[in-house]
């Protein structure tokens, strides 16, 4: 062992940690964008979920690699990383245009790639500055109404996912939170509970598995009296401490996406709402949230958004049209008031 130890020291450490791994080595002047970005992406892309990293790599094999083939790091410029942004928005050698959405995502990959080999003196520039990108049209929520949320109420008093459903509508849960709720969230005397993770399928490993929150941040949700009421049917006294999923299909397995979508779907549209999707469970919780007096702070917490200003940017336009009904009630009640009160006036008159 001795023997061992020596030759080791002898060994020079990062020509040994170079021989055993996979990482291209960057030689200067002669690596490729792509090269580069690969590279990038091994070693300094750090803390970063297995399904982020799979669509980095997504975006470079099928989109960087694509339009820069050979071109070398240093001879990317301005013009070139413009003109691709331009191929994506028309959709050139695509099946179709890519969505805005999209080719920010794909922009933001390139960027954080040269930023990187800027930080290492690799390039004097990064190119993918200043470009401009297609404006994102954020559409607006779409929440049930009042009228909506009646029929959808009444049409699933007696449906086997009822109560997955409900749950959602009182939580606000994004569908990745919901169907990876285990036991062990839920303290039931303290009648809260723990939104630590998310259950997100791996491209890569080809099987669902837990991951970090959107924005990395666990929350505690106060129950309503009904979602109390649904955890204590789903997760039993002796069982507080169980990993176990809390609601399961018929094969006492997690729930998928695309099981809660399909199904969801078939309800909606036999009420005749063909639009609404199961996300907007969650947009309707947001705005009976507001209506029942929530402050805004409060509601980006509940919902685990990373800010109040994006809360507010998502659902603002709700507040306003409370206050533009909170003015017309106002309004009415002080017409009434003053009707009333030009009719007392009348009679102490005569």
């Not at 959709?91 to 933001?108: M, R, S, V, W």
Request: glycine share 2%; hydrophobic share 35%.
């Amino acid at each position: 062992m001795k023997f061992i130890a020596q030759k080791e020291e002898d060994q020079d450490v990062l020509e040994y940690m170079r021989s055993i791994s996979d990482i291209p080595k960057y030689v200067p002047m002669e690596t490729t964008l792509v090269e580069w970005c690969i590279h990038w992406l091994q070693t300094r892309a750090y803390n970063i979920k297995d399904s982020t990293r799979s669509s980095y790599e997504y975006v470079i094999k099928n989109h960087i690699k694509r339009v820069f083939k050979e071109m070398k790091l240093e001879d990317v410029t301005q013009e070139d990383v413009q003109l691709f942004i331009n191929s994506l928005i028309i959709g050139y050698q695509l099946p179709e245009p890519l969505k805005p959405k999209t080719i920010k995502n794909i922009h933001g990959v390139l960027h954080k790639a040269l930023n990187v080999a800027v930080q290492q003196h690799h390039i004097p520039i990064n190119v993918a500055e200043g470009v401009v990108l297609p404006q994102i049209e954020r559409k607006p929520p779409n929440p049930l109404t009042d009228q909506q949320l009646m029929k959808l109420l009444e049409r699933i008093k007696s449906h086997e996912k009822r109560d997955i459903y409900i749950f959602d509508l009182l939580t606000g849960l994004r569908e990745s939170e919901l169907i990876g709720l285990t036991v062990d969230c839920f303290n039931r005397d303290d009648r809260t509970l723990k939104v630590y993770r998310q259950l997100l399928y791996n491209n890569r490993k080809h099987k669902y598995e837990f991951t970090s929150l959107k924005n990395s941040k666990s929350r505690v949700l106060t129950l309503t009296q009904q979602a109390y009421d649904i955890l204590c049917k789903y997760c039993s006294d002796t069982d507080i401490y169980n990993n176990d999923f809390v609601f399961k299909n018929r094969n006492n397995e997690h729930f998928t996406p695309a099981a809660l979508y399909n199904s969801f779907k078939k309800v909606v549209r036999s009420i005749g709402l063909p639009k609404v999707t199961f996300h907007d469970l969650r947009h309707t919780h947001a705005v009976l949230s507001l209506k029942a007096g929530m402050d805004i702070k409060t509601l980006q917490y509940n919902l685990g958004h990373y800010s109040a200003a994006f809360t507010l940017d998502v659902y603002g336009h709700c507040l306003n049209e409370m206050q533009i009904h909170g003015a017309e009630q106002l309004t009415d009640f002080m017409t009434k008031f003053e009707v009333a009160t030009c009719n007392n006036d009348n009679d102490v008159d005569k």
